[in-house]
């Protein structure tokens, strides 16, 4: 049986709903969500080398919490939690403009403007 040819998957690509439409390789850790979601913490400090995969474990958490079921179908989470949208704030501090406005302005704008998407 022969291997099916994958594309090539840059190391930049952290949206994970690009990755599930198309046909790329993702290697499944909604095993690893489910543990963080029944954990009984109220906070969580994500600790991954650079370039590791911490942009799209964010944007897989955040299609989660937006209810985008199709997106895990197939995925260990899929049958494992009750599907319901939440809001979504996304704080992109590599977007936000901190250095010129400073970063309780740059906080403040995004969380208004976030919030009037809601």
Do not use: C
């Amino acid at each position: 049986m022969l291997m099916q040819n994958l594309p090539i998957l840059s190391t930049g690509q952290q949206d994970f709903a690009e990755i599930r439409k198309t046909v790329r390789l993702y290697i499944d850790k909604t095993a690893y969500i489910l543990k963080i979601l029944q954990h009984n913490s109220r906070f969580f400090f994500l600790s991954r080398p650079r370039r590791f995969g911490k942009s799209l474990l964010i944007n897989t958490l955040k299609e989660l919490f937006l209810g985008k079921k199709k997106l895990f179908e197939g995925l260990f989470i899929e049958d494992k939690i009750e599907w319901k949208a939440y809001p979504v704030l996304h704080f992109d501090f590599s977007r936000m403009g901190f250095r010129e406005i400073g970063l309780r302005e740059a906080i403040d704008f995004t969380a208004k403007r976030n919030s009037q998407k809601i």
